[in-house]
T-cell receptor, first 113, second 115 residues
Framework: ELKVEQNPLFLSMQEGKNYTIYCNYSTTSDRLYWYRQDPGKSLESLFVLLSNGAVKQEGRLMASLDTKARLSTLHITAAVHDLSATYFCAVENYGGSQGNLIFGKGTKLSVKP | EAGVAQSPRYKIIEKRQSVAFWCNPISGHATLYWYQQILGQGPKLLIQFQNNGVVDDSQLPKDRFSAERLKGVDSTLKIQPAKLEDSAVYLC?????????????FGPGTRLLVL
């Protein structure tokens, strides 16, 4: 059974600082997604990582995937308040149908001035 | 391009009552998903449709939950009878295209409170 673990679950950081969110998963997969969710809102797709060594960047966020270690990271550079949200990673479950995503519990990020 | 539409946005019912949610996916998207998101957790897939056929409903509590997707477009999810533990946000998502991956686009969700 595929399990997805994120850490930390809560992250409070100051503006201008850097930090990394980690996403570990338990069985083989090479499709990993990162989503953002603002309070009371739905999920917004951030990145799709499709192969070992994949790296994607958008603004202050950079995501990477190491399929051998079964690990993805979401790195935040010089955080700003607008990045405050909950970030989910989701791994495609090869034991299920295509598109069968298993989500982590999410990392609630709070960026303080 | 219009996004995934869901209604109602909020619903409050008493336990043992019935409730139904509606979803209209992005035009042309063949795959539709229903997720349950309990407060403080990530979404959990309930059911996946490809056109109007069920691809995966292994996590759908079939004694009380049902879903259909008539004509391969809109979908409804029903709970009958509701339990307290069904309080959650029900998210609909859709995906399409012919690539080797399909990003899922989520609707705004229906927030259900069972009293």
């Amino acid at each position: 059974e595929l399990k997805v673990e994120q850490n930390p679950l809560f992250l409070s950081m100051q503006e201008g600082k850097n930090y990394t969110i980690y996403c570990n998963y338990s069985t083989t997969s090479d499709r990993l997604y990162w989503y953002r969710q603002d309070p009371g809102k739905s999920l917004e797709s951030l990145f799709v990582l499709l192969s070992n060594g994949a790296v994607k960047q958008e603004g202050r966020l950079m995501a990477s995937l190491d399929t051998k270690a079964r690990l993805s990271t979401l790195h935040i550079t010089a955080a700003v308040h607008d990045l405050s949200a909950t970030y989910f990673c989701a791994v495609e479950n090869y034991g299920g149908s295509q598109g069968n995503l298993i989500f982590g519990k999410g990392t609630k990020l709070s960026v303080k001035p | 391009e219009a996004g995934v539409a869901q209604s109602p946005r909020y619903k409050i019912i008493e336990k043992r009552q019935s409730v139904a949610f509606w979803c209209n996916p992005i035009s042309g998207h063949a795959t539709l998903y229903w997720y349950q998101q309990i407060l403080g957790q990530g979404p959990k897939l309930l059911i996946q449709f490809q056109n109007n056929g069920v691809v995966d409903d292994s996590q759908l509590p079939k004694d009380r939950f049902s879903a259909e997707r008539l004509k391969g477009v809109d979908s409804t999810l029903k709970i009958q009878p509701a339990k307290l533990e069904d309080s959650a946000v029900y998210l609909c998502a859709s995906s399409g295209g012919t690539g080797n991956y399909q990003t899922q686009y989520f609707g705004p969700g229906t927030r259900l409170l069972v009293l």
